[in-house]
C-alpha cells in the first residue's frame, strides 16, 4: 500500500541571501585581518573591557575566524542555488523534505515521529522547526517560490501531526 501525495512544493535556495552573507562575513573578516596584522593599539570596549594589543590581536584573528566561516556557508548557499529545486512532498502518512536549506540529504519522516512542530520569526524569516526521531529539520519561507505554499504546508503538518 503505498500513501498518497497530498501536496508537493517546490523548494530552492535563495542567491540573495548567500550574497548578502558573504559579502558582509567577508568584509568584516578582511577588517579583522587588517587589524590582526596592522594594529599594534589595545582595544577597549565602552571603558568596560580593555584588551591589550596582543590580546586584542587574538580578538582579531578569532573575528575573522568565524566570518571566514560564516563567509563559507554563504559561499554553500551560493552553491546550494545554483542546483535544481528540490520538492518537499506531503504523503498521507509521511513527508519527504531536504534536512536543511543548503544539505542534499533527503529525510523521509513519518507524521507520527513527529515531536515538535514551531513556528520561529527571525527579522522577517519564518522558520518552520520541526523535531523528529531522525533529527532537527528547519524549513525556511524564504526557500519557498511562493510564500502561500509555506503557509499550506504549515497548516496541513499541524493537522496530521500528532498532539
Request: charged share 20%.
Amino acid at each position: 500500500m503505498s500513501d498518497q501525495v497530498l501536496r508537493q512544493y517546490e523548494y530552492k535556495v535563495s542567491k540573495s541571501h548567500g550574497i548578502r552573507v558573504f559579502i558582509f562575513a567577508g568584509l568584516i573578516a578582511l577588517f579583522g585581518i587588517y587589524n590582526a596584522l596592522y594594529s599594534n593599539k589595545g582595544l577597549s570596549f565602552f571603558n568596560m573591557i580593555e584588551l591589550s594589543p596582543n590580546m586584542a590581536n587574538y580578538f582579531w584573528w578569532g573575528i575573522s575566524v568565524l566570518c571566514l566561516m560564516v563567509a563559507t556557508e554563504g559561499l554553500l548557499t551560493i552553491k546550494k542555488s545554483f542546483q535544481d529545486s528540490s520538492l518537499i512532498t506531503l504523503y498521507d502518512s509521511q513527508m519527504t523534505t531536504p534536512k536543511s536549506s543548503i544539505s542534499n540529504k533527503m529525510l523521509t519522516v513519518r507524521y507520527s515521529e513527529l515531536s515538535k512542530i514551531k513556528i520561529q520569526k527571525i527579522s522577517k524569516v519564518r522558520q518552520l522547526r520541526i523535531d523528529s526521531s531522525q533529527g532537527k529539520i528547519v524549513i525556511p519561507d524564504v526557500n519557498f517560490v511562493n510564500k502561500a505554499d509555506f503557509d499550506d504546508m504549515v497548516n496541513i503538518l499541524l493537522q496530521k501531526a500528532p498532539r
